[in-house]
């Protein structure tokens, strides 16, 4: 988690080792303790008395709204806090909208954007329901998760069952022991599920939104097509810069209903044969290429901190001409010179890429 002040003066909050640690524009990295997270935060909230905190991970977003539901139960000299957190990632009225997927894609539904058919599953009978009405494939997902290990394409039944079974079933306590936030024990211990929802599947090419937001109004977005990703489920590793006016009319609306601000995500699917965006989820964080500068409406980070510190702010120059980004090492197999030998003959002399591992 980052905590930013006027005058470009910024901070973190992590586990001791991570590499958010080692980045160079920090002016000091407070310690997040597995074992009392919301402390943590508030001791480093303290401490430095942030404009603004930005989560970098779903992780964050869930104890940053956790430690605002605290301490607006607590001591009035605590309540800054709670303002903070308001003013850095928007009403608390969204956030269980932005955690539960199925509340979200109603809520999108309800403002006339196109989604996907979307329903919680409580158990494998009501599995095998919404397989008979939807058909095959159909894509499950756990709240609280972004790809990966919480979600999964399903084309048979006993498949779809499985799959079912492991995303609702606790986390393994070995996993919950190495995890960085040892507060995961917990549902181990208490055999906790998981919600998993499925969601109608969308023939097409993935398309992704990072957006800069302030009190509800956008302020800058950036607009990607998934070119290539190592996994069908996981994040991508080439993107491809695009204009969308349905994606931009949905951001726009999902941030002003929800009253956003800060830095939030948006994920689509771009139908096959009519080109139409269905917004499939949200991602109440900042994503990996939020940072980049592309121009005007397009740098985030510029826009964000004039909102933040009421200045006028000279645009950042543009990070590159090209339209085409790789993100490394999210296919850590490949190297950039890889791209022209991979059918990509112009990625060389038009392309750029990042280097997840400099930048972290």
Same mark, same amino acid.
């Given at each position: 988690?980052?905590?930013?002040?006027?005058?470009?003066?910024?901070?973190?909050? $992590?586990?001791?080792?991570?590499?958010?640690?080692?980045?160079?524009?920090?002016?000091?990295?407070?310690?997040?303790?597995?074992?009392?997270?919301?402390?943590?935060?508030?001791?480093?909230?303290?401490?430095?008395?942030?404009?603004?905190?930005?989560?970098?991970?779903?992780?964050?977003?869930?104890?940053?709204?956790?430690?605002?539901?605290?301490?607006?139960?607590?001591?009035?000299?605590?309540?800054?806090?709670?303002?903070?957190?308001?003013?850095?990632?928007?009403?608390?009225?969204?956030? +269980?909208?932005?955690?539960?997927?199925?509340?979200?894609?109603?809520?999108?539904?309800?403002?006339?954007?196109?989604?996907?058919?979307?329903?919680?599953?409580?158990?494998?009978?009501?599995?095998?329901? &919404?397989?008979?009405?939807?058909?095959? +494939?159909?894509?499950?997902?756990?709240?609280?998760?972004?790809?990966?290990?919480?979600?999964?394409?399903?084309?048979?039944?006993?498949?779809?069952?499985?799959?079912?079974?492991?995303?609702?079933?606790? +986390?393994?306590?070995?996993?919950?022991?190495?995890?960085?936030?040892?507060?995961?024990?917990? +549902?181990?211990?208490?055999?906790?599920?998981?919600?998993?929802?499925? /969601?109608?599947?969308?023939?097409?090419?993935?398309?992704?939104?990072?957006?800069? $937001? &302030? /009190?509800?109004?956008? *302020?800058?977005?950036?607009?990607?097509?998934?070119?290539?990703?190592?996994?069908?489920?996981?994040?991508?590793?080439?993107?491809?810069?695009?204009?969308?006016?349905?994606?931009?009319?949905?951001?726009?609306?999902?941030?002003?209903?929800?009253?956003?601000?800060?830095?939030?995500?948006?994920?689509?699917?771009?139908?096959?044969?009519?080109?139409?965006?269905?917004?499939?989820?949200?991602?109440?964080?900042?994503?990996?290429?939020?940072?980049?500068?592309?121009?005007?409406?397009?740098?985030?980070?510029?826009? *964000?901190?004039?909102?933040?510190?009421?200045?006028?702010? /000279?645009?950042?120059?543009?990070?590159?001409?090209?339209?085409?980004?790789?993100?490394?090492?999210?296919?850590?197999?490949?190297?950039?010179?890889?791209?022209?030998?991979?059918?990509?003959?112009?990625?060389?002399?038009?392309?750029? &890429?990042?280097?997840?591992?400099? $930048?972290?």
């Amino acid at each position: 988690m980052v905590l930013a002040s006027a005058g470009f003066t910024v901070a973190a909050v $992590c586990p001791p080792g991570h590499p958010l640690g080692k980045a160079r524009a920090l002016r000091e990295t407070h310690t997040y303790y597995p074992l009392t997270p919301l402390l943590s935060l508030a001791h480093a909230i303290s401490a430095t008395r942030p404009d603004i905190v930005v989560p970098t991970d779903d992780l964050a977003v869930q104890r940053l709204h956790q430690l605002y539901y605290w301490k607006r139960n607590g001591r009035r000299a605590k309540q800054w806090i709670c303002a903070l957190i308001e003013r850095s990632v928007g009403a608390p009225e969204s956030f +269980p909208l932005v955690c539960a997927r199925i509340r979200f894609v109603d809520l999108a539904k309800e403002l006339g954007i196109r989604v996907p058919q979307t329903k919680v599953i409580a158990n494998t009978s009501n599995l095998e329901k &919404w397989l008979v009405r939807m058909g095959y +494939p159909t894509v499950l997902k756990v709240n609280r998760t972004a790809g990966g290990p919480g979600v999964r394409i399903v084309r048979t039944l006993n498949e779809a069952e499985l799959a079912f079974q492991k995303l609702q079933a606790p +986390p393994p306590l070995v996993q919950a022991l190495g995890s960085r936030d040892r507060t995961l024990i917990w +549902p181990s211990l208490l055999r906790r599920r998981s919600v998993v929802n499925a /969601q109608a599947f969308v023939a097409g090419r993935k398309a992704t939104s990072a957006i800069a $937001c &302030w /009190q509800g109004t956008v *302020l800058a977005v950036l607009h990607f097509e998934v070119v290539s990703k190592p996994h069908s489920t996981g994040p991508a590793s080439e993107l491809h810069l695009i204009q969308n006016a349905e994606m931009s009319s949905a951001a726009k609306k999902m941030v002003s209903r929800l009253n956003l601000s800060g830095l939030y995500g948006f994920d689509f699917m771009l139908e096959t044969h009519s080109g139409n965006a269905y917004l499939i989820e949200i991602n109440s964080r900042t994503t990996e290429v939020a940072h980049l500068t592309l121009g005007p409406g397009r740098d985030l980070p510029t826009a *964000l901190y004039a909102a933040v510190s009421g200045e006028a702010v /000279q645009a950042a120059l543009k990070f590159t001409e090209s339209d085409r980004i790789a993100l490394f090492p999210q296919d850590r197999r490949k190297d950039p010179r890889e791209f022209h030998a991979e059918g990509h003959p112009d990625f060389q002399r038009n392309g750029s &890429w990042i280097d997840l591992k400099k $930048c972290e």
